[in-house]
C-alpha cells in the first residue's frame, strides 16, 4: 500500500513556537536612514521598537496585513533585527506565504547559521513546499549540533518514508523510540513503515502499544483493519474499521475501505450505508457509480438509475455507466429512456455489440420483432464471432412466422458452429413449428448430446414425446433431468405434470399442475392441462374452471381458443352443465 495512503500525512506545523519571542530590550540600538522616525521617539532604534509593539498589538487581535506594515516599518528602522525578521516570517505564514516566509528565515540564518528553532521552522516550511531533500538536509544539520534531538528525527523518519528510503526511515524512528519509548507518533509512522514493508506482526505490534497508551488514537485502529483485511481477516477488519469509525465520524476513506469489505461479503445493504455517506461528504462521481452498482445488485432500479444519471451527467462519454443506466431502465420497462441511452453508446462506439443487444431486447420485451431483427441483423453485419446472436435472431424470426429467414440464419450459424448447443435446440423449434417432427427430434437429440444438461432441450423432448402419446417412460425420464436441472421452472414443472397423466397418473400428474400454476399463473395450456386432468377424473366443475381460465389467457398461443371451446361444448353436453 503506497505511504501516502496508510500514515497521517506531514503536516506543517509551523508555529514559531521555539523560536525566541523578540521584545524590545532585544534589539540593537541601530539607526537606519529612511526610518519613518516620530521625533517624539527619538532614534531610529527606539522607532523600530514603537513599530514593533504596534505590529505585535495586531498580531494579538489577528489582523495579519496591518501586522506586516508595522513589521515591516520596524525593520526598515532596524534592517539587521532577526528578530523582527521572525516575526515577519511568522506573519507571512499567517497569510499564507509560504515563499517569502522561507526568503526570510533564509535571511536570517545567514547571520546564525545554527540557529536550532530557526533551522526547524525552515525545515518545515521546505517540507509544506514539497522540497523534501532541502528539508532533509536541514534536519539533519539541525541533528549535528543537537543529535538526540527527537522531533528532528521524527520528521526525518517520515521524509526518508516518503522518499521510499526505509533504512534511513526506521533507523530515525528507532533512535526516537530509544530515547522516548512512549512516543505514540514514532510507534505510528514505524508502524506505518511495516505496514508499507508488508511486515504485518511487527506492524500490528507498534499499533496495539499505541493502543495500550491512548484507546483514542483512530488511525492505528484503521492500520490494524488494514493488517486485517491484508491477511483476510475480514471480520477482524470490520471490527477495526468500525472503532476506528467511532472515534471519528467524518473519516470517509474508513468508510469507503468498510463499504469494500461489505461488498466483498456481498453484504450489499451496509455497503450502500456507507456509500451513501460518503456521497453526502464529497461529490464524488466513483462513489455515485459504485452506488448504482450495489443499487443495481439489490435490483433498486430507482435509486440505480438516479446514481447512473448523475455519473452520466458528469461523464457523457462514460460508456460503462450510460450502460448501466440503460439496463436499470429496462428493468423498469423504461424502454423508450434506455433505447436513449443505448444509442448514445452507438453513437460514441458504433460496433458496441452490448448496445446492440440490449436495444434489440427493448424491442422483444415490447413485441416489437421486426425491429428487434433488423438490429440483430445488423449486429451480425460485423459481429459473427458469437453462436449466441445467430440463436436469437433466429428465435426471433421464429416468433414473427418468417421461417425462411429463420432457417437461412440458423444455418449460418451451425456452419461456423456447428457442435452449439443453442443453436440446435433453436432449429429443432424451428422444425416443429414447421411440423417437421422427426427433424425436431433429431435436432433434439444432438442437442443432448452436446451438452446433457440442456434443460429445456430435455423438457421439449420430453414432453413431445408425452404430447403425442410415445416413448412415455423416456419422456418421463427426460423431463425428470429437466426438472432436476430446473426445478422452480413452471413450463418443465407442467410437462411433468402432462407425462404422469399420459401415464395414467392422475393424482400425480394433479399435484405436479398445481404446483406449475403457482409458478406460472398466467398460461393458457398449464389451464387447458389442468382441465383434462378434472375431466379425466370427472370433475366436471373444476375442469370447466380451468378451461376457461385458459381462454383467458388464449392470446398467448395460437390456435387454443377454438380447441379449448371445443373442449368446453363437449363438457357442457355431456354433463348438461
Known sequence: MPWGLITVCLVVLFTFAQITPVFAADMKKTGTPGCPVDKKYGNASEQAEVWYMLGYQQVLQGRWEEALSHYNKALVCDPSSNHIKIQIAKVFFKLGKIAESVSMLEDVLKREPSNIPVLMALAELYNAQKRVDDAIAVYEKVLKA????????????????????????????ERVLTKEPENLMAMYYLGTLYLEKKKFDAAETQFKKI?????????AYLNLGLISEARGKLKDAEDYYNRALALNPQNLFIRERLAQLYISGKSYDKAVRELEQIAKN????????????????????????????????????DILSRYYLAIALIELKL?????????????????????????????????????????YEEVLSFEQSRAEIFAEVGHIYIQMKDYKKADDVLGRGLKLFKDNDELNFTMAVLFEKMGKMDQMIAYLKKTIAINPKNADALNYLGYSYADKGIHLEEALSLIQRAVALKPDSGYIIDSLGWVYFRLGKKEEALKYLKKALVTVSDDPTLFEHLGD????????????????????????????KKRVEEKISKLKIKYKL
Open 282 to 317: 464529497i461529490p464524488s462521481v466513483d462513489i455515485h457509480f459504485k452506488l448504482g452498482m450495489l443499487y443495481l445488485q439489490e435490483k433498486e432500479f430507482d435509486k440505480a438509475v438516479s446514481e447512473f444519471r448523475i455519473v452520466v451527467t458528469a461523464r457523457p462519454k
Open 146 to 173: 543537537e543529535p538526540e534531538k527527537t522531533d528532528a528525527l521524527l520528521f526525518l523518519g517520515v521524509l526518508y518514508a516518503s522518499k521510499r528510503d526505509f533504512e534511513k526511515s526506521q533507523s530515525r524512528l
Open 335 to 375: 424502454y423508450e429512456d434506455a433505447r436513449t441511452e443505448l444509442k448514445a453508446i452507438l453513437n460514441t462506439d458504433p460496433k458496441n455489440v452490448n448496445a446492440f443487444l440490449n436495444l434489440a431486447m427493448t424491442y422483444v420485451k415490447q413485441e416489437r420483432y421486426p425491429d428487434a431483427a433488423k438490429v
Open 211 to 219: 493502543i495500550a497508551n491512548n484507546p483514542n488514537f483512530y488511525a
Open 533 to 560: 386432468v378434472y375431466e379425466s377424473m370427472g370433475l366436471s366443475r373444476k375442469a370447466l374452471d380451468a378451461w376457461n381460465n385458459s381462454i383467458k389467457h388464449h392470446a398467448k398461443e395460437e390456435g387454443l
